[in-house]
């Protein structure tokens, strides 16, 4: 079979010598990437090391090779073009139809899904114009990932950093996975939380679960490659942000319910796969608890933590809006499902079995999504994000009818 064609362009930031793992990263799992560059971004990294890399031709000019049409063949035969760091002059020109060099000749060209991972400081990332562009991306189709928070040049801090390379892989590799032109979960905003919630006794001790987050960052990560603005609101993960997505931190279960309720009135859609604590200690030690010698521990008292999934499904924030729960059982899985299905009152419940060794802190996950329609669709074993875009195609279908 020939290999997934692949088109980078690069634009000139600082950030353009980060492409080159995410070319090493696409070289390497079977693709074969023409690197497209402005004329700035090779100020930053020269043509040799793309050329070297990638083991193809770099140029910049529509005037080199002109026997072989590149400024129209390159996009055509393209099945993916992914533009990182895509700098705000990129975006404009995008936006605004420019053709001026070779990477924005192949921009109009390409019919294939474009990936933009912008980089730049923050007031250029905030302002209207840069806004509308990305807008104007979105609205033809583009995935605009939204930048990271961090370390920008100089001293400044703040969102407009390019995302990990290895996320913004992700980003491409569930993207050309689909197969599909256009995103249908562009202009959507969704919120997923994720993790386990921490409750503490003490200083150093608190009541936990096994879940990793995977499962939650695996919706995340997909529903990015979607099109979807993404709020990842997670509880003591410690993985790295998914590119694209706004990461919100929490540690326990009132906070995780805090910062649900501050994203979901802007939310089209809510996924509460975080595994939330049902209890919390009724009072918390300031001191480290002490073992005494002769004597058994006091009796730990636990109160009921906010049920954040009834309360969601009971009082949308908007009309509409899709609320997905997750239910970990280990026994009786879809007859308990549905109970709890019904007591919730979400719209889509994702019932598997966990224990010791299956689920929590695997790859893999095997799940039946129940519906409040009555429903169910069921998920073979299989990678997390395999459950994760079918929960997206149940959503994106609700979100459809509710146009």
């Known amino acids: 079979m020939d290999k997934p064609k692949v088109v980078l362009g690069v634009s000139g930031g600082i950030a353009a010598y980060k492409a ?34 990638s ?25 993916l073009v992914v533009v990182a760091p895509a700098t705000a002059d990129t975006l404009a020109r995008a936006a605004h139809g420019l053709a001026d ?62 995302p990990d390379p290895a996320e913004i892989f992700e980003v491409c590799r569930r993207v050309l996975a689909r197969g599909v032109t256009e995103p249908d979960l562009t202009g959507r905003h969704v919120v997923v939380s994720a993790g386990g ?16 987050g995977k499962q939650g960052y695996a919706l995340a990560r997909t529903a990015a490659a979607r099109g979807a603005r993404v709020t990842l609101i997670a509880a003591n993960t410690g993985m790295p942000d998914p590119a694209g997505v706004d990461v919100v931190q929490v540690g326990t279960a009132v906070q995780l319910r805090e910062a649900v309720l501050k994203a979901a009135p802007d939310a089209d859609a809510v996924v509460m796969a975080a595994a939330v604590a049902d209890f919390r200690p009724a009072t918390y030690a300031a001191g480290k608890i002490k073992k005494q010698d002769g004597r058994e521990p006091e009796p730990i008292t ?32 879809l007859a308990n499902g549905r109970k709890k299905l019904e007591r919730k009152g979400c719209d889509l419940l994702v019932v598997n079995e966990v224990g010791e060794r299956k689920t929590f802190g695997s790859e893999e996950n095997e799940a039946v999504v129940l519906g409040a329609d009555g ?29």
């Not at 669709?377 to 875009?389: C, R």
Request: glycine share 8%; proline share 7%.
């Open 20 to 53: 080159c793992e995410l070319l090493r990263r696409l070289t390497e799992s079977g693709h074969d990437v023409r690197v497209v560059p402005t004329g700035s971004a090779l100020h930053f990294v020269g043509a040799a090391t793309w050329s070297a890399l």
């Open 55 to 79: 083991g193809n031709p770099v140029s910049t000019e529509v005037w080199d090779d002109v026997h072989e049409v590149p400024h129209v063949r390159i996009g055509q035969h393209a099945d």
């Open 101 to 162: 060099d070779l990477l924005t000749n192949t921009l109009l060209t390409a019919r294939c899904p474009v990936v933009f991972a912008p980089a730049m400081h923050t007031e250029m990332w905030e302002h209207p114009a840069t806004q509308e562009n990305v807008a104007t991306l979105r609205r033809r189709g583009a995935i605009v990932i939204e930048p990271a928070v961090g370390r920008l040049t100089g001293v400044d801090t703040g969102k407009g950093r390019l």
């Open 197 to 212: 919630t921490r409750e503490p006794l003490d200083p150093v001790r608190f009541l936990g679960n096994r879940s990793s």
């Open 302 to 333: 636990l109160v009921r933590n906010p049920d954040i999934l009834a309360e969601i499904s009971t009082d949308r924030a908007r009309p509409g809006q899709v609320v997905v729960g997750f239910a970990a059982e280990t026994d009786d899985v």
């Open 375 to 403: 429903s169910e669709t069921p998920v073979p074993h299989g990678p997390k994000e395999a459950l994760a875009e079918t929960v997206w195609d149940l959503v994106a279908r609700r979100l459809g009818s509710n146009v």
